[in-house]
C-alpha cells in the first residue's frame, strides 16, 4: 500500500463545475504540498500546508491532520486547469532528510 | 530571478551508456533534491544534498550518483543505463532541507534509454 493515495486516478469535468480531489496518508507528516503537472513535465508548487486550509483564487486546499486527509477544491473550473494534481508529504521527521513522498497523480480534464 | 533550471531537456542515450544531467537551482537555495518519475507514476526520491553534502538517498542502486558543487547547483549521473530508467527526472530546490521549506520544481530532463 502507498504512503500517499489519491482519488479520484482520472477525473473529467465540465467547465463551470466544482471539483474536488482526496489525498490520504499513513505516516506522521510536518506538512502537505499540492502540485500541479503540465503535460511538459514541469511542476508547479500550488500549496503548503500543515494545518487549516489555505485559498489561492479558485484555488482551496484543506488538510485535516487527525484523519490524515487533505483534499483539493477548484471552483468554477476552467479548459487551463487541465492537469494532472499531485499531493506530496513531507514526513514528520525532518521529511525524511528532506524528500518528499508523493502520490500517483489525479488527471483532470476539464471540457468546454 | 531564473527559475530552477535544468539541463538538458531531452536524452536519448543507449543501454550500457553513462548520463550527466544537471540542475540549477533559485539564487539563494542551498537545497537540491532529485526525483524519478516514471510514466503514470508519482516523482520518486532519489537524492537529497544541502550544502554541498548528501543528506538523503532513496531506493536507487548505487548506479545512481550525485553531487553539489560550491555553487549549489548540482549534478546527477547515472552509469550503466538500463530501459527502465527511462523517466522524467527532476530537481527541486529549497532554502533549507527541513519540513517546511517550499520547493520549487525545474522543468526536468525526459531520458529515453534504447
Known amino acids: 500500500k502507498n504512503e500517499v493515495e489519491q482519488s479520484p486516478q482520472n477525473l473529467t469535468a465540465q467547465e463551470g463545475e466544482f471539483i474536488t480531489i482526496n489525498c490520504s496518508y499513513s505516516?506522521?507528516?510536518?506538512?502537505l504540498h499540492w502540485l500541479q503537472q503540465h503535460p511538459g513535465g514541469g511542476i508547479v508548487s500550488l500549496f503548503m500546508l500543515s494545518s487549516g486550509k489555505k485559498k489561492h483564487g479558485r484555488l482551496i486546499a484543506t488538510i485535516n491532520i487527525q484523519e490524515k486527509h487533505s483534499s483539493l477544491h477548484i471552483t468554477a473550473s476552467h479548459p487551463r486547469d487541465s492537469a494532472v494534481y499531485i499531493c506530496a508529504v513531507e514526513d514528520e521527521y525532518g521529511g525524511s532528510q528532506g524528500n518528499l513522498i508523493f502520490g500517483k497523480g489525479t488527471k483532470l480534464s476539464v471540457k468546454p | 530571478d531564473a527559475g530552477v533550471t535544468q539541463s538538458p531537456t531531452h536524452l536519448i542515450k543507449t543501454r550500457g551508456q553513462h548520463v550527466t544531467l544537471r540542475c540549477s537551482p533559485i539564487s539563494g537555495h542551498k537545497s537540491v533534491s532529485w526525483y524519478q518519475q516514471v510514466l503514470g507514476q508519482g516523482p520518486q526520491f532519489i537524492f537529497q544534498y544541502y550544502e554541498k553534502e548528501e543528506r538523503g538517498r532513496g531506493n536507487f542502486p548505487d548506479r545512481f550518483s550525485a553531487r553539489q558543487f560550491p555553487n549549489y547547483s548540482s549534478e546527477l549521473n547515472v552509469n550503466a543505463l538500463l530501459l527502465g530508467d527511462s523517466a522524467l527526472y527532476l530537481c527541486a530546490s529549497s532554502l533549507s532541507r527541513f519540513a517546511g521549506g517550499g520547493y520549487t520544481f525545474g522543468s526536468g530532463t525526459r531520458l529515453t534509454v534504447v
Open positions: 505516516v506522521g507528516i510536518s506538512a
